[in-house]
């Protein structure tokens, strides 16, 4: 049976913050399933193999509704709406059905020319300063931008919106947070009676006419809490990969040059920055329904237990060599977009999008280069989301 051992991971500080890694390979040496504790939410079970977490994300016993958590109470009214993330089938199926059958594969490439024309303004913008911080320039506005013009957000509410989702994810202080929760509910909710008046092309508009009575209609409080998951996981997610696998890009200069040689190398240098630096490290909660075995730990039954995808990505039983960025690997099977029913529904989007905008940036900025001593990079203190706080680059 593995070995498990209790590591209190908000003792290892910013360090681990910046590079997790070293500390989830030798907790796999002592088994893929641990006990674990942080500072923003105590006790839980963590899974740091690749095959567990495949395991557990496809285990019925284990559900995304924190009402199954012993510790289950009420989360301050924080919380905008019901979305995907928080339910179980037949819920979540019927959720992401009324979602899947909007956005579409032929929705998303529509936008490929527009992603282009954002990537090329935004380094038409960067270019003449002859630096930039590669994150507040370029990695996050164009996700902002797409996801927002998918959605029907008016240009001139996105930066509030940016704004609020800061501030409301701010854990340390919990008044600035509920405020700002309560203005992203209020703002939302304007805006879908906007769409629902007057709907247009856009994707918001094909919810909103979704919206009423009925199993194939969106109740009021799903289809807010719809529009907050796509907003968010539409844009901040993508910007962490633009970020992190420019970085990945620039700290090896070897595979930035095989990649700029040979732009067919494109599609899989985008899955191995996935592999190798994913925006989401860690997933949500699941709740163990009943006692569950995992990994030959037992865990009891109400039990809160999360999967590190980027632990997962990184299984030296999965991939070779793990910790060796390489473009020309075969990273299938990499967990950046999780595993399962929750498999992440905007995956073919950040994919896309990603190939347009390293593209775009390596062939405008043929000299660009890090401006920083690497290890002085600050990472956002999330354990869920992998992200640079600032990436500054020059252009040459």
């Not at 674990?36 to 495949?54: K, Y």
């Not at 038409?124 to 300063?129: F, G, N, R, T, V």
């Not at 901040?236 to 070897?254: F, I």
């Not at 991939?319 to 299938?332: H, L, S």
Request: with cysteine; charged share 25%.
């Amino acid at each position: 049976m593995p070995l498990t051992h209790f590591e209190d991971l908000s003792a290892h500080g910013q360090g681990f913050v910046d590079d997790p890694y070293p500390v989830y390979a030798r907790m796999r040496e002592h088994g893929p399933v641990h006990r674990v504790r942080t500072a923003a939410s105590g006790e839980f079970w963590l899974v740091v193999g690749h095959e567990e977490a495949r395991a557990l994300l496809t285990d019925p016993r284990l559900s995304n509704d924190i009402r199954h958590s012993a510790a289950w109470q009420d989360d301050g009214g924080n919380s905008i709406g019901l979305n995907m993330v928080q339910t179980d089938p037949p819920q979540h199926t019927r959720l992401r059905g009324l979602v899947a059958r909007n956005f579409t594969t032929r929705r998303i490439e529509a936008l490929r020319p527009r992603v282009q024309q954002i990537a090329d303004e935004l380094v038409d913008a960067m270019l003449p300063s002859g630096g930039a911080d590669l994150v507040e320039a370029f990695a996050l506005p164009l996700p902002l931008a797409v996801i927002c013009e998918l959605l029907g957000v008016p240009a001139g509410d996105r930066k509030a919106f940016h704004d609020w989702y800061l501030e409301s994810t701010d854990f340390t202080r919990p008044e600035v947070a509920g405020a700002a929760a309560q203005a992203m509910t209020g703002y939302l909710a304007d805006l879908i009676a906007a769409k629902q008046l007057a709907p247009g092309t856009d994707l918001l508009s094909a919810l909103a006419g979704d919206a009423g009575d009925g199993e194939d209609r969106l109740t009021a409080e799903e289809m807010l809490g719809m529009a907050f998951l796509l907003l968010v996981a539409g844009y901040e997610t993508a910007a962490n990969l633009l970020s992190g696998g420019t970085l990945a890009l620039l700290r090896h200069p070897d595979q930035l040059a095989a990649l700029r040689a040979d732009w067919s190398l494109m599609e899989k240098a985008v899955e191995e920055m996935l592999r190798y630096e994913g925006p989401v490290e860690t997933t949500a909660f699941r709740y163990t329904k009943e006692p569950v075995e995992i990994g030959g730990t037992l865990v009891d039954s109400g039990e809160s237990v999360a999967v590190v995808l980027a632990a997962a990505s990184r299984d030296s039983g999965r991939f070779a060599d793990p910790d060796r960025f390489d473009i020309r690997r075969d990273a299938r099977g990499h967990m950046a977009f999780g595993y399962g029913i929750h498999h992440c529904l905007g995956a073919p989007l950040a994919r896309m999008q990603a190939a347009v905008a390293f593209r775009t940036l390596l062939e405008r900025c043929p000299r660009l280069a890090l401006d920083t001593d690497p290890d002085a990079l600050v990472w956002r203190p999330s354990l869920m989301l992998r992200g640079l706080h600032h990436l500054p680059v020059t252009f040459g």
